[in-house]
């Protein structure tokens, strides 16, 4: 199976600045990944699918891109409400799979 | 608005079998294909088993094939797992989520419910 790998496992940034999260997927996924945020207590949302694409009623400071098995989500300028942790997910390959997850959180 | 609602989530013994209900609303449910999800406690997420929209297409992870049945009642909007032989390893929340597309052939997840407790332990 293809493994997701995230990095860094927490990412410490303060509200307005700008966050980066990275996943790598172990063998070639296309552009077939999706990015969730998961708060505590609540099911995951998600925010990005097929790499770049912004899921209905998620804000523009949320970005995904991607180099080969490379990817990543950009929040531009960190709101209160973003801190969270946030997983990717491959559905190029079965089973689909997901990363360990990045903790993001107040610096 | 989507809703998609667990239950069935209980504490049960090693060995014995449970089943959990999705109630869907607020999207034509019989359009799309939906997915069964679980996360351990403080852990990440697992895929555990998909549906299509017609239930021609089924597929399981491979820690529950064997064990585990996905159906759904489009007639009732509801979706379904039962678990048999459930072992203290199968202790997770599990989430209903809905995928955007008919076939469950590449999921992802629109829309996930609140999860459904279950604990496996004697």
């Known amino acids: 199976e293809v493994v997701m790998t995230q990095s860094p496992a927490t990412l410490s940034v303060s509200p307005g600045e700008r966050a980066t999260l990275s996943c790598r997927a172990s063998?070639?996924?296309?552009?077939?990944l999706a990015w969730y945020q998961q708060k505590p207590g609540q099911a995951p949302r998600l925010l990005i699918s097929d790499a770049y694409t912004r899921a209905t009623g998620i804000p523009a400071r949320f970005s995904g891109s991607a180099s080969g098995t490379e990817f990543t989500l950009t929040i531009s300028s960190l709101q209160s409400e973003d801190f969270a942790v946030y997983y990717c997910?491959?559905?190029?390959?079965?089973?689909?799979?997901f990363g360990q997850g990045t903790k993001l959180e107040t610096k | 608005e989507v809703h998609l609602v667990e239950s069935g989530g209980d504490l049960v013994q090693p060995g014995r079998s449970l089943r959990l209900s999705c109630a869907a609303s607020g999207f034509t449910f019989d359009e799309y294909a939906m997915h069964w999800v679980r996360q351990a406690p403080g852990k990440g997420l697992e895929w555990v088993s998909g549906?299509?929209?017609?239930?021609?297409?089924?597929d399981y992870a491979d820690s529950v094939k064997g064990r585990f049945t996905i159906s759904r009642d489009n007639a009732k909007n509801s979706l379904y797992l039962q678990m048999n032989s459930l072992r203290p390893a199968d202790t997770a929340l599990y989430y209903c989520a809905k995928d955007p597309n008919y076939s469950s052939s590449a999921p992802r997840f629109d829309h996930w419910g609140q999860g459904a407790l279950v604990t496996v332990s004697s």
């Open positions: 063998q070639n996924v296309n552009y077939n």
């Open positions: 997910q491959q559905y190029n390959n079965w089973p689909p799979t």
């Open positions: 549906i299509s929209w017609n239930s021609g297409s089924i």
